[in-house]
């Protein structure tokens, strides 16, 4: 019976020391496991750091485009906002403001004009203004210089109507006051003279009403009281 229990104690003995050796081999593995992780989360990091630090050389290296240049138009500025001047195609207006335009990276200052009798608006670029013929008003000693030719006897010439009319438009859109007051005074028709054609009335018209807006404007007075005038002028001769 002795001899069993020393067997027992013997088998008990073997299964204590492999269960350690077991427990002792599970925990390196564990360890080991652990360390590997730690090694490929380190990995990991380094890897990150080296692709950021690459990306960023490669940005560094990388020629970003220069935004384009806009290319700025510079011309003397002639006239200011909120004062009249004379389109020769149009006539009497006033400069509402000045603004900037931007195309195909360009910039330029226009005038914006306004036109009261058409309830016109239109734009002109700074460098163009001398080009268009955009002046100031006549000044108002010049003005009633330009009575005296309204005082003057018609000189009608000896051609086709067609033909004066061409003439007498190139006159009303040169933009010289001299040559509209021309066209006032050969086109004017008392009431008990010959009657005009419609053509004729129209040009008359736009001829009178620019000059009377003109000169309205030279001597500071209403666009009425110089249309008067210019009617009194008229008939008097």
Sequence with gaps: MATTKKVLTKKKI??????????????????????????????????????????????????????????????????????????????????LTIEKFQYELVEEQLYVIQFFQDKLTIRVPFIKAKMIGLRNITSKPSMTRTLSILKQKPKIKKAMWSRRAQEYDQKINSGDIKQLSEVVRDLFRKDDQTEQSYSERQMFQVAFERYAREFAISSDIKFEEASNKILEILNKR
Aim: net charge positive; hydrophobic share 35%.
């Design 14 to 95: 073997i299964k204590k020391i492999t269960k350690k050796i077991v427990k002792r081999a599970a925990i390196k593995k564990k360890k080991v496991a652990v360390k590997k992780v730690s090694k490929t989360k380190n990995v990991k990091k380094v890897t990150k750091k080296t692709a950021k630090k690459t990306v960023k050389k490669i940005i560094k290296k990388i020629v970003t485009p220069k935004a384009p240049k806009i290319k700025k138009i510079v011309a003397p500025q002639e006239f200011k906002s909120g004062e009249n001047i004379v389109y020769p195609t149009h006539g009497v207006g006033r400069i």
